[in-house]
């Protein structure tokens, strides 16, 4: 096994600061010809689908079977980029990189839900609204949780994370409203009333759609479609994955997500993995092509719109997906990984009078070049912290000199640890992938005599040569585009009491009074206080003074346990919040934020005595849990939950959505006093005192 270094070390080593967060200029050549020639500027219509592999056309011929024509049209109107890839292979993050042209690690959107992108960073829309263009967002945001409209669109139609695809709420320029139909119709159908709007100048219309994404729901009218074809067996499928990094195999045996590790944590890793039987027939599968039926209904009509208007041919017509996909490669779903079948993505253009009908372009292409080429092919100025560069030279066949390498990065989401931070260089023929937080092997692939990478040559002696350049061409290209770890947050809040109660009345003077559903009341530690069954709980409603996101926060109470397991308190869901909770006997608080679950544990049950319990998030996002006073645990968060969530509060049971990856039976059974929340940071000195108060 080779030597490995931590994260830091890793990051030190590039000899790169925090400032080197700091965009950095592009250097880009502009084309304006064809804006110029034409006396005209172009439209813009950019059309993101989520989720959908770069093969997931008809055109390209796979499953067999697919009918796509109007995605097709475009392609066999325009060019294809077959070459084209992703810079991170996860939505949100991959959004951020189409709208600012940079990488995750510049925008600083590094996992889904989370945050948008750097407010210092322009998006595309945002040049091309000051510039004069009439702009529009419609459809799928999915990066902050929020569905309000964001800076750089004169009309907003989207909704908060990922939607429903029946009868969703919506929210169009701030209002929010429900609307019946189904999610793609529905987009197509707000995008055709912005195109037939009166206007005397250009226009940029972002279609972002749902579909895709899973769970894959079709439009009825396509729930029958494709019934009885079958998916071919992808080659890779029998990947055993010996040779290979040990956390892949691990995935497999003990699950990625955090409870199913947990639960599966002494299962034995074997060096490989035998392949079960393809089945050729999978319901879902068939509806992931199903549901992407409605998308090209609707990119059909959308075309015809633009004939019908006569701006077919002035309007420069992007489409491209938002990450790959498996389909059982490696045997695996979802995307994440850097083999090619995640990094690969959909890309085609049309924009007759430079682009050749039916052209493909070979080098390699990423999401970071969109924003360049659209602003470019508009005649706009590109900004300097735009990373990707303006395909418009590949389009002309003039000399330029094309990137040959670029780099990947997977920063590890809480809710999933089981997929570690990685870091790739990918070049015309070479893959390297690296993983600097874990101690386990790296990943090497030779695409051309292994596209399938099924052979892993980073621990082959005869390729150490190879893995010595590649190592350092990531090197580069890290150093190049600045990478830096993401700032700490810094909010200075001290603790403000705004719920106190040792039953259910709130002491505090904010009104936070609970509602009690069962309990016994029993002798506490001082007087009276309430004993839960495992089925009792007490409800508090979502309050403006038990707002718990942008800033620390704190969470006591003393507890006398009856069984091991149980929630003490818990605030949100599964996109946003936090709970306290006993796992086999070992406190735990758990926080959401953007879907992705960052925990600290105490190592020891703490028994069945009163036991004092606080949990701390803290000014510089640090999770601190105390036991009777001492610091029991310490772990670094992101950042500060996002958003409040929208559910309320609930003492001894999470109800509803559940927080954490605990089963929805998981009411507390014991006694329950003193419950405390505090807006804002409350000091270890505080939390001793309250421990120590213990008569």
Same mark, same amino acid.
């Given at each position: 096994?080779?030597?490995?270094?931590?994260?830091?070390?890793?990051?030190?080593?590039?000899?790169?600061?925090?400032?080197?967060?700091?965009?950095?200029?592009?250097?880009?050549?502009?084309?304006?010809?064809?804006?110029?020639?034409?006396?005209?500027?172009?439209?813009?219509?950019?059309?993101?689908?989520?989720?959908?592999?770069?093969?997931?056309?008809?055109?390209?011929?796979?499953?067999?079977?697919?009918?796509?024509?109007?995605?097709?049209?475009?392609?066999?109107?325009?060019?294809?980029?077959?070459?084209?890839?992703?810079?991170?292979?996860?939505?949100?993050?991959?959004?951020?990189?189409?709208?600012?042209?940079?990488?995750?690690?510049?925008?600083?959107?590094?996992?889904?839900?989370?945050?948008?992108?750097?407010?210092?960073?322009?998006?595309?829309?945002?040049?091309?609204?000051?510039?004069?263009?009439?702009?529009?967002?419609?459809?799928?945001?999915?990066?902050?949780?929020?569905?309000?409209?964001?800076?750089?669109?004169?009309?907003?139609?989207?909704?908060?994370?990922?939607?429903?695809?029946?009868?969703?709420?919506?929210?169009?320029?701030?209002?929010?409203? +429900?609307?019946?139909?189904?999610?793609?119709?529905?987009?197509?159908?707000?995008?055709?009333?912005?195109?037939?709007?009166?206007?005397?100048?250009?226009?940029?219309?972002?279609?972002?759609?749902?579909?895709?994404?899973?769970?894959?729901?079709?439009?009825?009218?396509?729930?029958?479609?494709?019934?009885?074809?079958?998916?071919?067996?992808?080659?890779?499928?029998?990947?055993?994955?010996?040779?290979?990094?040990?956390?892949?195999?691990?995935?497999?045996?003990?699950?990625?997500?955090?409870?199913?590790?947990? +639960?599966?944590?002494?299962?034995?890793?074997?060096?490989?993995?035998?392949?079960?039987?393809?089945?050729?027939?999978?319901?879902?599968?068939?509806?992931?092509?199903?549901?992407?039926?409605?998308?090209?209904?609707?990119?059909?009509?959308?075309?015809?719109?633009?004939?019908?208007?006569?701006?077919?041919?002035?309007?420069?017509?992007?489409?491209?997906?938002?990450?790959?996909?498996?389909?059982?490669?490696?045997?695996?779903?979802?995307?994440?990984?850097?083999?090619?079948?995640?990094?690969?993505?959909?890309?085609?253009?049309?924009?007759?009078?430079?682009? +050749?009908?039916?052209?493909?372009?070979?080098?390699?292409?990423?999401?970071?070049?969109?924003?360049p080429t659209v602003l470019d092919l508009c005649g706009v100025a590109v900004p300097a912290s735009v990373q990707g560069e303006s395909v418009a030279p590949l389009l002309c066949e003039q000399e330029t000199n094309w990137r040959s390498s670029f780099l990947y990065e997977y920063f590890q989401e809480g809710w999933l640890p089981g997929i570690p931070t990685m870091f790739g260089v990918r070049t015309e023929r070479w893959k390297y992938v690296t993983y600097p937080d874990i101690d386990d092997i790296d990943e090497m692939y030779d695409l051309e005599t292994d596209p399938l990478e099924m052979t892993n040559l980073a621990e082959d002696p005869k390729y150490a040569a190879k893995r010595r350049e590649l190592e350092g061409e990531l090197d580069r290209l890290m150093k190049e585009t600045k990478y830096a770890e993401p700032p700490r947050p810094n909010v200075q809040r001290a603790g403000k009491v705004v719920l106190a109660y040792t039953q259910a009345t709130d002491a505090s003077g904010s009104e936070n009074h609970g509602t009690l559903n069962g309990t016994e009341l029993v002798a506490g530690r001082k007087g009276k206080a309430r004993r839960f069954s495992g089925k009792d709980w007490i409800g508090v409603e979502k309050r403006p003074t038990l707002d718990c996101s942008r800033g620390p926060l704190s969470v006591e109470a003393w507890v006398k346990p009856e069984a091991t397991d149980g929630?003490?308190?818990?605030?949100?869901?599964?996109?946003?919040?936090?709970?306290?909770?006993?796992?086999?006997? #070992?406190?735990?608080?758990?926080?959401?934020?953007?879907?992705?679950?960052?925990?600290?544990?105490?190592?020891?049950?703490?028994?069945?005595?009163?036991?004092?319990?606080?949990?701390?998030?803290?000014?510089?996002?640090?999770? #601190?849990?105390?036991?009777?006073? +001492?610091?029991?645990?310490?772990?670094?968060?992101?950042?500060?939950?996002?958003?409040?969530?929208?559910?309320?509060?609930?003492?001894?049971?999470?109800?509803?959505?559940?927080?954490?990856?605990?089963?929805?039976?998981?009411?507390?059974?014991?006694?329950?006093?003193?419950?405390?929340?505090?807006?804002?940071?409350?000091?270890?000195?505080?939390? #001793?005192?309250?421990?120590?108060?213990?008569?």
């Amino acid at each position: 096994m080779a030597d490995r270094v931590d994260r830091r070390t890793f990051i030190r080593s590039l000899g790169i600061g925090a400032a080197g967060a700091a965009a950095m200029g592009s250097g880009l050549g502009r084309f304006m010809g064809n804006a110029e020639a034409q006396g005209k500027r172009p439209n813009v219509l950019f059309i993101l689908t989520d989720d959908q592999r770069v093969d997931a056309m008809s055109c390209f011929g796979h499953p067999p079977w697919l009918r796509t024509p109007n995605m097709d049209r475009i392609r066999n109107e325009g060019v294809n980029f077959q070459n084209a890839f992703v810079t991170t292979s996860l939505c949100s993050p991959s959004r951020g990189s189409f709208l600012t042209g940079c990488y995750a690690h510049t925008h600083n959107v590094r996992t889904n839900e989370s945050n948008d992108p750097d407010p210092s960073l322009q998006t595309f829309p945002m040049v091309l609204q000051a510039a004069g263009y009439n702009t529009a967002f419609i459809g799928k945001w999915h990066m902050q949780p929020s569905a309000n409209p964001r800076p750089g669109f004169d009309y907003w139609l989207s909704f908060r994370g990922q939607g429903k695809y029946i009868n969703p709420e919506l929210n169009e320029n701030g209002k929010d409203f +429900k609307q019946e139909g189904y999610m793609t119709d529905l987009l197509t159908d707000y995008a055709l009333r912005f195109l037939q709007q009166p206007r005397t100048g250009p226009f940029c219309l972002y279609l972002s759609h749902k579909a895709v994404h899973g769970p894959f729901t079709p439009a009825e009218r396509h729930k029958n479609l494709y019934s009885g074809e079958q998916f071919p067996e992808p080659e890779s499928f029998d990947d055993t994955f010996e040779g290979k990094p040990e956390w892949i195999r691990a995935g497999m045996v003990r699950g990625a997500r955090r409870e199913a590790m947990r +639960k599966n944590k002494d299962k034995p890793v074997p060096p490989k993995i035998e392949p079960g039987k393809w089945n050729p027939t999978v319901e879902g599968r068939t509806n992931y092509y199903r549901a992407l039926a409605a998308v090209d209904d609707g990119i059909g009509r959308v075309l015809d719109e633009l004939q019908r208007t006569g701006e077919l041919d002035n309007t420069l017509i992007i489409f491209a997906g938002d990450n790959g996909y498996f389909q059982g490669e490696h045997r695996r779903g979802d995307k994440r990984l850097m083999y090619e079948e995640s990094l690969r993505i959909p890309m085609v253009m049309r924009y007759p009078g430079l682009v +050749k009908p039916g052209s493909t372009v070979d080098e390699m292409v990423l999401n970071i070049d969109v924003a360049p080429t659209v602003l470019d092919l508009c005649g706009v100025a590109v900004p300097a912290s735009v990373q990707g560069e303006s395909v418009a030279p590949l389009l002309c066949e003039q000399e330029t000199n094309w990137r040959s390498s670029f780099l990947y990065e997977y920063f590890q989401e809480g809710w999933l640890p089981g997929i570690p931070t990685m870091f790739g260089v990918r070049t015309e023929r070479w893959k390297y992938v690296t993983y600097p937080d874990i101690d386990d092997i790296d990943e090497m692939y030779d695409l051309e005599t292994d596209p399938l990478e099924m052979t892993n040559l980073a621990e082959d002696p005869k390729y150490a040569a190879k893995r010595r350049e590649l190592e350092g061409e990531l090197d580069r290209l890290m150093k190049e585009t600045k990478y830096a770890e993401p700032p700490r947050p810094n909010v200075q809040r001290a603790g403000k009491v705004v719920l106190a109660y040792t039953q259910a009345t709130d002491a505090s003077g904010s009104e936070n009074h609970g509602t009690l559903n069962g309990t016994e009341l029993v002798a506490g530690r001082k007087g009276k206080a309430r004993r839960f069954s495992g089925k009792d709980w007490i409800g508090v409603e979502k309050r403006p003074t038990l707002d718990c996101s942008r800033g620390p926060l704190s969470v006591e109470a003393w507890v006398k346990p009856e069984a091991t397991d149980g929630v003490i308190l818990a605030r949100g869901g599964q996109s946003h919040g936090y709970a306290l909770y006993l796992s086999e006997g #070992k406190p735990v608080f758990a926080v959401r934020r953007g879907g992705d679950i960052d925990t600290v544990e105490c190592s020891e049950a703490i028994g069945q005595d009163w036991t004092h319990l606080c949990a701390v998030i803290t000014g510089n996002a640090l999770l #601190k849990l105390y036991v009777n006073g +001492k610091l029991a645990g310490t772990t670094e968060l992101p950042g500060f939950i996002t958003v409040d969530p929208n559910e309320g509060m609930e003492v001894g049971m999470d109800r509803a959505t559940i927080v954490d990856d605990y089963t929805e039976k998981n009411g507390f059974v014991g006694v329950i006093d003193e419950v405390r929340v505090f807006n804002g940071e409350i000091s270890g000195a505080q939390v #001793k005192a309250s421990a120590g108060s213990q008569d």
